[in-house]
């Protein structure tokens, strides 16, 4: 019989499940997993793993028994099974149940503890939940519907008079009846409170006021979102430790229209500046129809006087092909590299070799003038592999000026299909303007995005957007297309691009304020 991975995720913020929690779920044949996990992680799951939604974090008993059914029943298929749960599997949860059912069972199981939000969700949001002098206690209180209570069983009078900070799990029905519990048992009224909604993610929100001022802002509120309650001293450091929701990108929702194998870095780079990433890949990169061409180019390489990359999926292209024939690296010994853009480059440089030439501007133009300058190209012979809807001035012009030039297809670019499984309803968040920033990379992706959507209403549904494109050719691509960009970046570089956007937003903010 297989194991069972009772795995704590995290209350939300994907990176915040453990290396050992990864390495399970990884390993899962069946992941079943509540609502709250944040569906990322899913994509840690082996390729052609069963994923199984099995509703809210605490279900009610009925379907509590169902789930520890399910979790038996594919352990006895023979199948290792990761069962994702919500913060912590032993902290206001099921696992302490489902772990009692399974060993009932006799089912091999495993608990991988997790981040409990009562410590992930405060910290956040810059309170810590101890600090010298805020008290002697932490006490964490349930308060999310379970069990078929809709209210908490605390002696309310008791936990006001403890000196300390308290945490509680507000469901919302609850969190009105635990704010005035703690004040009509003795609680300060001028003591700190704070209130965060959707912690650890780029949605986060915190109220934070005095015990009373909370209280009635609550009263009055119509938000139906459960949240982390903080009641203590240590609420008064927030406005010196926050952290989180002060990040230039905080709360700002960008599109990512790369290909998915590529998008990590720019995802990355966003999520760390605190922004919220949709990728939706636009493109995705496959082989040439026929690999003839550019396998007899690899075949001579050693023959060309120069090779030009324009992208770094060319040189992975090349590379690879070069490597899978008989030759290596060294039949390029005495050819010239000449890369456009530093990616480019970067990419060489991991393949062991060296730029010989990359122009100061990361366009095509520049890489005629950045060769005339290095000498006369009259007579030498030069490959340029690149995608097939690559543009033909580079070698137009240099056969012009009497170079050999040879044109291999390394790569296509294929459209993605707009109505696969997951994908996000992009056409949606454009029209309700809940996206911030369209980023494109590519020429290629902004041809994808308009076709997708249709002409008329990419452009306008872009029209009220930011649109950051990465360099002067998906610039030019952009306004074929008639969508105006709004930033590009000096450097056509990822990081500069996110640097570009950041920017962007700073400066947005300080005429606000100035305002």
């Known amino acids: 019989m297989s194991t069972v991975y009772i795995i704590g995720a995290g209350p939300g913020d ?70 994702l749960k919500w913060g912590d599997p032993f902290v206001f949860d099921s696992g ?41 206690t932490l006490t964490f209180v349930r308060g999310h519907e379970a069990q078929g209570k809709t209210r908490a069983s605390i002696d309310w009078d008791c936990l006001a008079r403890l000196d300390g900070t308290i945490v509680c799990y507000a469901g919302p029905e609850q969190l009105g009846h635990m704010l005035g519990s703690l004040l009509s048992h003795g609680r300060p009224a001028d003591e700190s409170a704070a209130i965060v909604y959707d912690g650890t993610l780029p949605s986060q929100q915190t109220i934070m006021g005095s015990l009373e001022e909370v209280a009635k802002t609550i009263a009055q509120s119509a938000d139906r979102r459960p949240g982390i309650l903080v009641v203590g001293r240590v609420g008064a450091l927030r406005e010196h430790l926050r952290w989180f929701d002060v990040k230039p990108l905080f709360g700002k929702r960008v599109l990512v229209t790369r290909p998915r194998d590529q998008a990590a870095e720019l995802v990355e780079r966003l999520e760390a500046q605190g922004a919220e990433t949709i990728v939706a890949p636009m493109i995705h990169i496959v082989p040439p129809s026929d690999y003839g061409p550019l396998d007899d180019a690899c075949a001579r390489a050693g023959t060309f006087d120069w090779i030009v990359f324009t992208s770094a999926n060319a040189v992975d292209a090349f590379v690879d092909r070069l490597l899978a024939g008989p030759q290596d690296l060294r039949a390029l010994n005495g050819v010239k590299l000449c890369a456009v853009g530093p990616r480019t480059a970067e990419r060489l440089a991991r393949a062991g070799l060296k730029v010989d030439l990359m122009p100061a501007e990361y366009r095509a133009e520049a890489v005629l003038r950045a060769l005339a300058e290095v000498g006369d190209v009259r007579g030498q012979s030069v490959l340029l592999p690149h995608a097939d809807i690559g543009r033909e001035l580079i070698a137009d012009e240099l056969r012009k000026q009497g170079a050999v030039v040879t044109v291999v297809v390394a790569y296509r670019t294929v459209a993605e299909d707009p109505e696969r499984e997951g994908a996000p ?63 590009m970046p000096g450097e056509y570089s990822v990081p500069a691009l996110v640097a570009a956007i950041v920017q962007y937003f700073e400066t947005e903010k300080t005429l606000g304020v100035k305002a």
Not at 456 to 464: T, Y
């Open 425 to 487: 309803d992009v056409y949606r968040m454009l029209l309700d303007r809940t996206i911030d920033v369209v980023t494109f990379t590519s020429a290629s992706a902004v041809r994808s995005f308009v076709r997708v959507l249709g002409a008329e209403p990419a452009a306008d549904l872009l029209r009220g957007t930011v649109v950051a494109s990465i360099g002067p050719l998906t610039v030019e691509a952009a306004s074929q297309c008639h969508v105006a960009t709004t930033i």
């Open 96 to 136: 302490g149940s489902e772990a009692l059912f399974l060993h009932e069972q006799g089912v091999p199981f495993e608990v991988v503890p997790g981040i409990p939000a009562a410590i992930a969700v405060p910290s956040y949001a810059g309170v810590p939940i101890t600090y010298p002098g805020g008290g002697d």
């Open 14 to 83: 994907p990176g915040l499940i453990t290396l050992r929690g990864l390495r399970c779920l990884a390993a899962a044949d069946v992941v079943l997993y509540d609502h709250l996990v944040p569906l990322k992680l899913l994509t840690h799951a082996r390729p052609g793993a069963e994923k199984i939604d099995v509703g809210v974090a605490a279900p009610q008993p009925v379907e509590q028994e169902a789930i520890c059914y399910l979790i038996v029943e594919k352990a006895r298929e023979g199948k290792t099974v990761a069962r």
